[in-house]
């Protein structure tokens, strides 16, 4: 069974450290050897093995033992906040689909509470150390500088999914086309006749929330209509805050016809709050969501969204961090999957 710590109490890279002094090597060569890389010398590898087996680290060792290809196996971490999320189910899909095509493993981490920089956990990070863990695809809102640094220092590619904001250069990240997915919802709207068009955003601090905003403000400038804060909330993608801005909005004396949400369960909370002040859907208000999660087309009225292509993005992000396992740079560190917007039952001309 791994340990997280070594029989003196010391953390994971403690121990790792021990061992390279003892082999007169970096803590990084030994993290290549104890993670499977293949670029270490063969004596090295032999004597750094020798080492880690005698510091404890033999399953972890062997488990990792000079892979040559991808084909020869192993693990990907897959770490996501929350696992019960709907994004999850799809994320995962994705992300085990890529690796299955090269004879690999997916291993799934749920990180609850935020770690520094709201990235994975220390506790995450350290046993990282003790797993035959290759590369890591993370769907948290943001890596700080010393955890990319720790996750450099074990030997790991890594790619993130749809960050809080832009990582630094060189880091590979997968997001959605957001911006034009707002513009194209917001679009839709306008097309049908819609005037007064409302957005419940997600947290203004991150990155999908904002774009999504700013494509939604563009329609509207671009069809000639006038952007109107008080038309404007920002919740958390969920549904409590959403219902409580739906609600507000549709109390306003001169309500909005339609209602853009920023994920599909506040179109749902919309909907909710819809009915709560006895307003139909779409005879009375248009609704827009985003994500196009399973439920969108089980609801009633069936629900006009974006299509976020989540599955795509996990095997893209995937993808990318195998390509860095073969010893080959992607294309590009940042790719941005297309969104669509799929055109259902929960809009209509305004009445």
């Known amino acids: 069974m791994a340990r997280d710590t070594e029989p003196d109490g010391t953390g994971a890279a403690g121990g790792l450290a021990r061992v390279a002094a003892e082999a007169g090597v970096s803590v990084s060569t030994v993290s290549k050897v104890l993670h499977g890389r293949s670029d270490v010398a063969a004596r ?3 004597r750094v093995q020798r080492l880690l ?3 404890g680290y033999a399953n972890a060792a062997r488990g990792r033992a000079a892979p040559t290809a991808l084909a020869a196996g192993g693990l990907i971490d897959f770490v996501i906040g929350e696992l ?7 994320l995962v899909r994705g992300a085990e689909e890529a690796v299955h095509a090269v004879g690999m493993g997916l291993v799934v981490s749920a990180v609850h509470g935020p770690g520094d920089g709201d990235g994975p956990s220390r506790h995450w990070l350290e046993a990282l150390a003790n797993r ?6 993370l769907v948290v809102p943001g890596l700080s500088e010393p955890q990319r640094e720790e996750l450099r220092r074990l030997g790991l590619p890594f790619a993130l999914i749809a960050p809080a904001e832009e990582p630094p250069p060189g880091v590979p ?5 957001n911006w034009p997915g707002g513009l194209a919802a917001t679009r839709h709207l306008v097309r049908l006749g819609h005037r007064r068009v409302a957005v419940i955003g997600g947290p203004p601090g991150r990155l999908a929330s904002r774009a999504r905003v700013d494509g939604y403000r563009s329609a509207l400038d671009e069809a ?17 805050p959403a219902f409580r801005h739906a609600l507000d909005l549709l109390r306003l004396p001169d309500r909005p016809t339609a209602i853009f949400a920023g994920s599909d369960q506040q179109a749902l909370s919309t909907y909710r709050a819809a009915d709560h002040l006895g307003l139909r ?10 994500d196009d999660l399973d439920f969108a087309d089980w609801v009633t009225p069936r629900l006009t969204t974006v299509r976020t292509p989540l599955p795509e993005m996990a095997a893209v992000a995937t993808r990318m961090v195998l390509q860095l396992l073969s010893g080959r740079a992607p294309e590009t560190t940042r790719v941005e999957v297309a969104s669509e917007l799929v055109v259902r039952d929960s809009t209509a001309p305004p009445p």
């Open 132 to 137: 035959p863990t290759r590369g890591a695809v």
């Open 224 to 240: 000639g209509l006038p952007f109107d804060p008080a038309l404007v909330r920002y919740g958390d993608f969920s549904h409590e």
């Open 44 to 46: 090295t590898r032999a």
């Open 281 to 290: 859907v779409p005879a009375d208000l248009s609704v827009v969501g985003f």
């Open 173 to 177: 990240w997968v997001g959605a086309t």
């Open 53 to 55: 087996e005698q510091h």
């Open 84 to 90: 019960d999320g709907p994004w999850a189910v799809q």
